[in-house]
């Protein structure tokens, strides 16, 4: 039996920017859910019809899709890619107006070859066929109101006023509640692994969930994603070529990183100190698809969460591949200069904001805190940046990213820098603030001095560096300025 096929990938390109294009909640979770139901393998099967049929090697995702057909001889398969590609972008085009697809293909014995070999290939060198948005076809057109970024296609009612919309805009201006409800939603999803009540409708709403000494007006949006999983889908695929299994072990990989991903959420959230205070979701998710998180809660969950999040995805990739990876490294120990592998982990990128924040903006940048903490460590280990733009505008942070390990031990106990922080939070604000500001001007002894003359010198000493010796670093692996930032939304007991 021939086995060998053609495989056609599509994926839309800067998901998380085009999903938040539009800074009202509504409207992003309006995209969201139709890029959820327009990329479902039920949605797209259908679109193929005939022509190709849906990959069940490649596991699925949000804004994601794979096809295949049985690869014949000679070149016939370039035509039919080219009619399956015209299809499938049209079908997306008519569900997501604004967004950007791409696509590629390749040939072989199995999807996680193909990949491997071809794929992943040609979508880093740019090889790949692209779909854009309509451009302004009349230069005199209205402007969207909305988003600003397409020119308007009519006009329809907006929270009770008749608005200019582009059709993109259009597609997310449905009803909140419908939104909500739909069993495709990313939020739906959520609750109906933890059956918990809806979160709130509007983001001050959500905000206003938080302590009352907060303010009440601070919202975290967390990314989160994999590290390492090309160096492990690598290994699987070496792996894999060995076996009789290829193609299940890429799936059986792809399904179980989803799951680990959907599960560490769920736990995450279950566990936040808010849930179980009020019994509702305090968290929103906006993407949640293969190994990609994307959420928005209150700023004074996002530790916690954070934390939370990180280690429970490590733990359950940990036990999920601790067989094959085993399997890999036995054969690894016996060639000299191999490196053992190691399982996959994942990282995160905080922002802290006023709720007023415009979400793009927030979405960017937890988006670009993520890749520095991925960057930091090579994508090799759990880590985590972040940015209070409340605190420190919108630059990116004059501070390293952190290691997981220093805030939280494999088993979830607290670090040292972690009941440090701790213990720094029971300093008055207004105190750390005044410190924040003399670390800033006049360095860390004179920081020191002040925190001697009102009392909490024992709670900063071990942010601070030995002071006959300032190249070493504290005792707690976190300096004074990181420390004051992150107990500014610590809630972590
Ligand atoms: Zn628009």
New binding site residues.
Partial sequence: MNDRHVYVDFATVRIQQYLS??SDLRGHRAASNSLAYATSAAAVGKVADGLAEVNEEAGEADGVVSLRFPAEPGTAHVDRVRRIQDRVFGHLRAALP?AEFQSVWGEGDSYLSVYADTLRRKERDGDVRHDLPANAEFPLAI????????P?AGREPVHERMEW??????M?NVPRRQVREDPRSPEARLRADIGLDPAPDHFPDLAALGAPGSGGNHLATVAADGNAFGVFFKALADEGLRGPEPASLKQRFSVTMSRATREALAAAVLELPLTLKTGRLCVVPHVVGGDDVLVSMPADQAWPFTLHFLREFEQRVRRETAEVIDRINARRAGLPGTALLEPPTASAGIVFARHRHPLNLQVESAGRMLSEAKRAFRGRRASVQWLDITAEGSDPPDRPPLLLSTLQNADGTPTRAHAAVTTLVRVPAGHRNRLAEALRDAGPIKAAAIADRVGHLAAVRPFLAPFDRPGESPAAGVGLAAALGIARWWTCE
């Fill in positions: 294009r539009t604004g402007p969207c109101r909305s988003c600003e970024l397409a308007a919309l582009c059709p993109d805009c259009s997310r």
